[in-house]
């Protein structure tokens, strides 16, 4: 059988971590959005809709609610407002809300606000 010297070196493995709960929060409310309607103007309606703040409380909590000041929703919050360039507090809704934004633009702040540097 053929014997090669470098298959007797050490190699370091890192195991992989985990990623962070507020991190597969934003990709699921992403996927959320992705398969129902989404809305302007409130958190849910009766037909299934939502907004993006909406779409992370179905996903943290499986309703609407408030969201406490170091919950993992609260964090997926914070990292939205970072991605758009606004501080931690921002009303993401107001975001949300605005005229012309598009169920996609929606969607992909999500999945980069998921994927950026803490």
């Known amino acids: 059988m053929y014997y ?3 298959w007797d070196r050490h190699v370091e493995i890192t195991p992989l971590q985990p990623p962070e709960k507020w991190r597969l929060i934003l990709r699921r409310a992403a996927d959320v959005l992705d398969d129902a ?10 037909a299934g809709g939502y907004c993006l703040l909406g779409a992370i409380s179905l996903v943290a909590y499986g ?7 170091k919950s993992n929703a609260r964090r997926a919050v914070e990292a939205v407002s970072r991605y758009i360039g606004e501080p931690p507090d921002f009303r993401i809704w107001v975001w ?11 969607i992909a702040t999500l999945r980069a606000a998921a994927e950026q540097e803490n």
Do not use: A, H, L, Y
């Not at 949300?96 to 929606?106: A, I, L």
């Open 63 to 69: 309703r609407m609610c408030s969201f406490g000041p």
């Open 37 to 46: 309607r989404w809305i302007q103007g409130m958190p849910t309606d009766r």
């Open 4 to 6: 090669d010297k470098r």
């Open 96 to 106: 949300n809300d605005e005229p012309g934004r598009t169920k996609q633009e929606v």
